[in-house]
């Protein structure tokens, strides 16, 4: 079945640390986005990529950095200069007006 | 950029209760989406409307365009339907169409 994997579910990081989330689509879809949400807040905007080989900030994009070698893949690194990393990561996709989510991925920086 | 705006916030109800779950949002759009999110993250999708009524099961989801209003109406509520309701709509080309998400509506259902 076609769908988003997103991996690790819950990913332990030191501070200071860079890690690599995960996010690899087999549906095709050309519009890829990452989200990060906080309790109690709506899930917001990171970065966005509309084509390979192309991507865009969203409305925190600071401390964070993405890459879209492939289509199917679109992976979030959080660097150390992200202030407060502990979240939770949403990565989606799109075609036309169809949205595809992952299932998320709870980074905890002790 | 398009608000988004649920209530209520949170919302308690009893096993066979109606609930209903509100979201306006400031900017017209092409369509709107409602999902659930479980404890533990995962989201789903329920329904992409664009005008009118769209039912799946106990689910009902309406959508008034010039009132830039929608309503998520669950019947006869159930335990395993607990879980945060999301309104979301999508931005603009500038934003490469994401998703421009509500808060969420928390819902327990008691037995």
């Known amino acids: 079945d076609g769908g988003i994997t997103q991996s690790p579910k819950y990913l332990f990081r030191k501070e200071g640390q860079n890690v690599t989330l995960s996010c690899e689509q087999n549906?095709?879809?050309?519009?890829m986005y990452w989200y990060r949400q906080d309790p109690g807040q709506g899930l917001r905007l990171i970065y966005y990529s509309q084509i390979v080989n192309d991507f865009q900030k969203g409305d925190i994009a600071e401390g964070y950095s993405v890459s879209r070698e492939k289509k199917e893949s679109f992976p979030l690194t959080v660097t150390s200069a992200q202030k407060n990393p502990t979240a939770f990561y949403l990565c989606?996709?799109?075609?036309?007006?169809?949205?595809?989510f992952g299932s998320g991925t709870r980074l905890t920086v002790v | 950029k398009n608000e988004v705006e649920q209530s209520p916030q949170n919302l308690t109800a009893q096993e066979g209760e109606f609930i209903t779950i509100n979201c306006s949002y400031s900017v017209g759009i092409s369509a709107l989406h409602w999902l659930q999110q479980h404890p533990g993250g995962g989201i789903v999708s329920l329904f992409m409307l664009s005008s009118g009524k769209k039912k799946h099961g106990r689910l009902i989801a309406t959508i008034n365009i010039q009132e830039k209003h929608s309503s998520l109406h669950i019947t006869a509520s159930h335990p395993r339907d607990s879980a945060v309701y999301i309104c979301?709509?999508?931005?603009?080309?500038?934003?490469?169409?994401?998703?421009?998400f509500g808060k969420g509506t928390s819902l327990l259902v008691t037995p």
């Open positions: 549906l095709n879809h050309d519009a």
């Open positions: 989606a996709s799109k075609r036309d007006v169809y949205y595809t």
């Open positions: 979301a709509v999508p931005l603009n080309s500038n934003s490469g169409y994401a998703l421009n």
